[in-house]
């Protein structure tokens, strides 16, 4: 049964067409991925499934009862409440639902003693009560508020909303949404603003725990393929379904363009054996032959699949020398917090170190000390009299919000010098997927993706030999990143890159910085899914150390036992020893001897198996008197 039906959906800005005609359906308990270029209309599809936009055309129809959140990317609540009072206000369906049952119940004890009361009915009503606690997740929900917080990355509870930063509200938004479990759960970019262990609870969570649909928007190619069943696809106001996650949709999405391509060949061919004819034949000017002009007019009037469009990046290089990047003992502290202490990195050519760890840990500090923008507490940064940076930043503050695409990237030039040439500004920002007519749209306007390409395409423009990229994924389309990624690998970039994304971190990545808390950072060389492996041994093997200390200190703290003696019994015990296991010795060889004698089995056939049970009681007595004599002389000696 859909959770949520939507039909003929319909949406424009201006002159262009963002959604035209999509129907889409969304059933109990899938988990749905969208999936699009920016600014191709994920988030707006998004908001009007939410029933945060109004379509210019068409409807959306939800279950009659279903419960539906939306994730926003600027969730809003009370300034004044605190993160626990936020996340607790997800609850309120389950709260009403405990509530409504504990006066039912209340009801049901006074009326108890009451002649003439309706008990069968109370009792209905309270079944129908604990039906829904039990639906909306049962009877113990309050732990899961403090609980999903801390998962999330929000230790303090207490902390007021109206405190936070954007990315801590986002987490706090994100907990109240997993607590309340709707029906429909529409999350845009969840994983934006997170660290990489969060985002592997998170994609744990959704794919095992969370019993809600999902229609997810995300760039994370891991959590795709992990979380999701089946995908959506946005390309030119058309909506396309694919089962499957992220690889499944490449590979289905590749045969979709193949056929395409065929069916393309095959109406060009006839389009052209048409004219053909039509230009050879007078003929065709006739009554009779109508209906095949006309068939061709239609074919060569159809408009043939369009192809992806994908951002053609490339970075200016400029020579490299043989010292490029030293941190010697460096030490970062910042707002009395020690991040980095004694830090010993030197960069080579075509090192790309990825940089990850908690938030707040010291990521970004990192590359602000590396540009001059911190001073370090301690140590020396040492960069190369030939190395130039390209700072790549989190807030993407290279950016005017009131200025034009155009204005940013090229101020009031025309042309722009792209390498060794000479380059029209519409051209070099096609290479960016923004065509002409956008060009004069204000930056703040356009959505997060499109805007880190913006600041890709101005900074892109400035000769460079060292990448610092600090989370350079978030909100970009996966498109985008695998430019970006070939982009990198190509140029056999050298960079120092901070980022949560770890199929990114997997492809271009040749080390891994981790940052541990408390000023410790540890190197591992290879990319991420090498790093998580060494750390789960590390993690395993100072584990099991850790428990041989605690094993050894706690022995040798316990006090030395005296070893007991044989008491008076025992020495009597085993005095006696010898004697009773040669009697137990010879009653065996007795029943041996029996046993093998021929005539016992002629004479008294019928006592063979009482014998035989006799023997191998002996048999054991031997053996039990051997054992506890050997234990005699053990505690003696």
Do not use: C
């Amino acid at each position: 049964m859909p959770v949520l039906t939507a039909k003929g959906l319909t949406k424009s800005f201006g002159p262009r067409v963002i959604l035209d005609g999509v129907d889409l359906a969304i059933e109990r308990g899938e988990r749905v991925g969208l999936v699009g270029i920016n600014g191709g209309g994920k988030s707006t599809l998004a908001r009007i499934v939410a029933g945060a936009m109004e379509p210019d055309a068409g409807e959306v129809v939800p279950r009659r009862d279903a419960v539906i959140e939306y994730l926003a990317q600027e969730p809003r609540f009370d300034p004044d409440l605190t993160a626990e009072q936020v996340v607790r206000s997800g609850l309120e369906l389950w709260v009403a639902a405990r509530d409504r049952h504990a006066a039912i119940s209340a009801r049901l004890g006074e009326a108890a003693g009451e002649a003439g009361a309706d008990l069968e009915g109370l009792l209905a009503e309270q079944a129908e009560a604990a039906a829904e606690v039990e639906r909306l997740g049962g009877w113990d929900r309050d732990h899961v508020v403090v609980s999903t917080l801390t998962h999330l990355g929000v230790p303090d509870p207490a902390q007021r909303f109206g405190d936070m930063s954007g990315g801590e509200k986002r987490r706090t938004a994100l907990a109240r949404l997993l607590v309340r479990e709707p029906d429909l759960a529409i999350l845009d970019e969840p994983t934006n603003h997170l660290d990489t262990e969060t985002i592997e609870w998170l994609e744990q969570y959704l794919s095992s725990r969370y019993r809600g649909a999902l229609l997810l928007i995300t760039h994370d190619r891991y959590v795709l393929d992990r979380v999701v069943t089946r995908t959506f696809e946005i390309d030119r106001g058309q909506l396309y379904t694919y089962a499957g996650g992220w690889s499944a949709y490449l590979e289905a999405k590749a045969e979709r363009q193949a056929l395409q391509a065929r069916t393309e060949a095959n109406r060009q061919k006839f389009v052209q054996q048409e004219l053909e004819w039509l230009r050879r034949s007078p003929s065709a000017r006739t009554t009779k032959q109508k209906a095949r002009v006309q068939r061709a007019e239609a074919a060569a009037s159809e408009r043939g699949p369009g192809s992806d469009r994908t951002a053609a990046l490339q970075l200016e290089t400029t020579r490299l020398g043989k010292t490029i990047l030293e941190l010697r003992e460096l030490v970062v502290d910042v707002a009395g917090r020690r991040l980095v202490d004694g830090l010993e990195l030197q960069l080579q050519r075509g090192d790309r170190v990825g940089i990850v760890g908690p938030n707040g840990a010291g990521k970004t500090s990192l590359l602000r000390v590396v540009t001059g923008e911190l001073e370090p507490a301690g140590g020396e940064v040492v960069i190369g009299k030939n190395t130039r940076f390209t700072y790549f930043d989190q807030a993407r503050r290279g950016l005017e919000n009131e200025a034009t695409v155009w204005e940013n990237v090229a101020g009031q030039r025309e042309k722009l010098q792209v390498g060794d040439r000479a380059m029209d500004v519409r051209s070099y920002m096609a290479r960016f997927l923004f065509a002409p007519e956008r060009l004069r749209e204000k930056v703040g306007a356009l959505s997060g993706g499109e805007r880190a390409r913006v600041l890709l395409a101005k900074l892109l423009l400035q000769p460079a030999n060292v990448l610092l990229l600090d989370e350079p994924t978030n909100d970009l389309d996966v498109a985008t990143l695998g430019a970006l990624e070939e982009m990198i690998l190509e140029a056999n970039v050298t960079a120092l890159i901070v980022s949560h994304d770890r199929y990114f971190l997997d492809r271009v990545a040749t080390s891994i910085l981790d940052f541990e808390g408390e000023g410790r950072v540890v190197r591992y060389v290879g990319n991420y899914d090498v790093f998580r492996r060494l750390k789960q041994q590390r993690r395993a093997a100072a584990a099991s150390e850790a428990a041989e200390v605690a094993k050894a200190a706690a022995a040798k703290a316990a006090p030395a036992k005296k070893k007991a003696g044989l008491s008076w019994k025992e020495k009597r015990e085993l005095e006696g020893m010898v004697e009773a296991i040669e009697v137990a010795e010879a009653k065996l060889e007795e029943l041996d001897a029996v046993l093998a004698d021929p005539a016992t089995y002629a004479e008294r056939g019928d006592e063979v198996p009482a014998l035989t049970a006799e023997r191998d009681a002996a048999a054991a007595a031997v053996e039990q008197l051997m054992e506890r004599w050997e234990a005699l002389e053990a505690k003696r000696d």
